[in-house]
């Protein structure tokens, strides 16, 4: 089985710019959660999308906004750059069913520096 | 926020020693996973743990969810120079279904050949 698949790897933008990261889930897998890394705060959860409807959210500003398509394929979209916004996005995948179990599979990320 | 204290921070030891890292919460989880992440990757999970005073082996790895619910423990015996990396701990809240998970700060785990 393929695990999670994030594009692209590695980024560079400038300040003010947007950004759209792209993850494709674990075949089966109903639920992508986006978390970011910093080496100063770490792993800090953004969102989770499950069947194409943000579940849960993080508490991070209306800049970083997600969606997810029919086929669990989830974007993870950030306008307006700032510097602090450099970081590693990682994205994890899940069967997401309730009362069921949770593990949640990670992608390698893409680093996202902001210049 | 919620807070999972992850300790140690770092830990350097020498190949074939065994090795304990823990965390801990002030509120209770229902699920607590242990990844690993190598420099530039993404997290690697280790082991799922579901229910209070559950003991659960993957090869080397032992992780156990505590008791009070507030707790987990990973043991890596005999360590290798391979198992160089980070190690995080995630915790669920008792007041979610559903994925979101806090984590811990990691600890950095350095071994000596």
């Known amino acids: 089985k393929a695990g999670v698949t994030q594009t692209p790897r590695y980024l560079i933008k400038t300040r003010g710019q947007q950004v759209t990261l792209s993850c494709s889930p674990i075949s089966g897998h109903r639920s992508v959660s986006w978390y970011q890394q910093t080496p100063g705060q770490g792993l800090q959860f953004l969102f989770e999308y499950f069947s194409e409807t943000q579940r849960n959210k993080g508490n991070f500003p209306g800049r970083f906004s997600g969606r997810q398509f029919s086929n669990s394929r989830s974007e993870m979209n950030v306008s307006t750059l700032e510097l602090g916004d450099s970081a590693l996005y990682l994205c994890a995948s899940s069967l997401g069913l309730a009362g069921g179990f949770y593990e949640q599979y990670f992608g390698p990320g893409t680093r996202l520096t902001v210049t | 926020g919620q807070q999972l204290n992850q300790s140690p921070q770092s830990m350097f030891i020498q190949e074939g020693e065994d090795v304990s890292m823990n965390c801990t919460s002030s509120s209770i989880f229902n699920t607590w996973l242990w990844y690993k992440q190598d420099p530039g990757e993404g997290p690697v999970l280790l082991i799922a743990?579901?229910?209070?005073?559950e003991l659960t082996s993957n090869g080397r790895l032992t992780a156990q969810f505590g008791i009070t619910r507030k707790d987990s423990f990973l043991n890596i015996s005999a360590s290798i120079p391979s198992d160089v990396g980070i190690y995080f701990c995630a915790g669920q809240p008792k007041e979610y279904n559903f994925n979101k998970f806090y984590f811990g700060s990691g600890t950095k785990l350095n071994v000596k050949p």
């Open positions: 743990l579901y229910k209070a005073g």
